[in-house]
T-cell receptor
């Protein structure tokens, strides 16, 4: 079984819709991260969390919100999706200086 | 703004040769440096990390760090077709969590 899972794996939605991307981990790591990847732009940090009560903005948090429901779960929400949020989204956990990435969610906003 | 720069490629290398991938970073306070490999449509996977100036070897891979020049490199010896992928350089900036990634170098190993 995968240690970091993401649901859904693919999602197509329309402009203005609210959407939630979910991440779960069985690694027991406290730190969790959300990144987005765009062609030609690499991965960029959206939000990160040290534990359930500690949420921090990353480089590109505008238009996104997160919820850390438990140590094992970290969700990313787009309150009102827009086309330039079309991207590949990765969740990651961290042990020491090593980050472990989930399989990604491909999101398309029409 | 803290930046990590990589040549996007593609970098084409014959099978069995040495592939050399380079990366520069702007934040002098950066503490740790990482190389990830990413196959198309897949998640990044860690190849190596390096903290100290000099070389670090792991199998066919060698990471090199020069903090004075703000330069990190990855050498892949005896390149195999399965090494064909995008290689991402990532930096842990000083005083921050999370990683700052370069845009990646697309490596092609020609059989």
């Amino acid at each position: 079984d995968a240690d970091v899972t993401q649901t859904p794996r693919n999602r197509i939605t329309k402009t203005g819709k609210r959407i939630m991307l979910e991440c779960s981990q069985t690694k027991g790591h406290d730190r969790m991260y959300w990144y987005r990847q765009d062609p030609g732009l690499g991965l960029r940090l959206i939000y990160y969390s040290f534990d359930v009560k500690d949420i921090n903005k990353g480089e590109i948090s505008d238009g996104y919100s997160v919820s850390r429901q438990a140590q094992a779960k970290f969700s990313l929400s787009l309150e009102s999706a827009i086309p330039n949020q079309t991207a590949l989204y990765f969740c990651a956990t961290r042990r020491g200086n090593e980050q472990f990435f989930g399989p990604g969610t491909r999101l398309t906003v029409l | 703004q803290k930046e990590v720069e990589q040549n996007s490629g593609p970098l084409s290398v014959p099978e069995g040769a040495i592939a050399s991938l380079n990366c520069t970073y702007s934040d002098r306070g950066s503490q740790s440096f990482f190389w990830y490999r990413q196959y198309s449509g897949k998640s990044p996977e860690l190849i190596m990390f390096i903290y100290s100036n000099g070389d670090k070897e792991d199998g066919r891979f060698t990471a090199q760090l020069n903090k004075a020049s703000q330069y990190v490199s990855l050498l892949i010896r005896d390149s195999q077709p399965s090494d064909s992928a995008t290689y991402l350089c990532a930096v842990n900036p000083g005083g921050a969590d999370g990683l700052t990634f370069g845009k990646g170098t697309h490596l092609i190993i020609q059989p």
